[in-house]
């Protein structure tokens, strides 16, 4: 219990140190009151304006109220767009998660159990077609892989759409492009953009780690028992490869959200990365600000995760707790 504390306090400062990075982009890179009302305005209306925006309080004060109205979800109003950037936020982030969540399911799906035939068979032909395979994963950039899939399956083949989310359904009370099949067709391409990095460097990752526990003593002794080699595998080898793998996971995962950017905006996806791109560009401020403290607080919340499944996973870390 005193682990996760320890865990859940050190988030807490992350964030308010991401909040005051925030903070400090959103009070002192452009004036907020020359964005807002223009260059014609005169000098009594912006300081009429700055006054009852609180600008002229001091900084710490305005650091507070910065925190305590993000806390409540209020992060300011769009330069660019006029309208508030929760709102806009929450209109293009179900967009992001569900083509985060489908190809971080992706990239689990293949890479677990690629990651530990890998590892066993490790000599074997198509051990190291897998290898070879995931290094290009890995190595081309995602921009350039998307354009390649669009060509083949989209103009070549015409098997898949080359753009959009594709139609929304409401199931279970979530409404997600991915209960359709033509939302999962849409969705299906960028995902694998996205899977292909992440399927690369945790599938390598996993190998490493099974190949480094196979040598161990326990392992030896494991089969000098005669134990069966499934057990030996998956009950003994595979479950100590699961602290470090289970880091990478949780870091890949939550990276997406980060780096799905241009994997959006090459297939024109309505996700939050077209919108960063659209503020970078219109140099909007409140949504640029809005947007770090997000990525931060998604960092954030899957090292808790993590932390989480430590204690589940290694008695060592869970007696320790105690």
Known sequence: MYFLLARVLQATIVMLCV??????VFQFVGDPVLALVGQETTVEDREALRESLGLNDPILLQYVRYVMNALHGDFGISYSFNRDVSEMIADRLPATIELVLFSGVLSLILAIPLG???GIRRK???????????VMGVSIPSFLLGI???LVFSVWLNWLPSFGRGDVATEFGLRSSLFTWDGLSHALMPAAVLCLF????ILRLIRAEML???RTDYI???WARGLPGQRVYFRHALKNTLVPVVTAIGLQLSSLFAFSIITERVFQWPGM???LLHAIGQSDIPLLAAYLIFVGLVFTLSNLVVDAIYVLIDPRIRHGAH
Request: aromatic fraction near 8%.
């Open 116 to 118: 530990i035939y890998t």
């Open 19 to 24: 909040a005051l990075v925030g903070f400090l």
């Open 198 to 201: 992440q399927l690369g460097v």
């Open 212 to 214: 480094e526990v196979l």
């Open 124 to 134: 074997g032909g198509i051990a190291q077609t897998i290898m070879a395979l995931s």
């Open 220 to 222: 030896r002794f494991a």
């Open 148 to 150: 390649l899939l669009i």
């Open 273 to 275: 990365g077209s919108l």
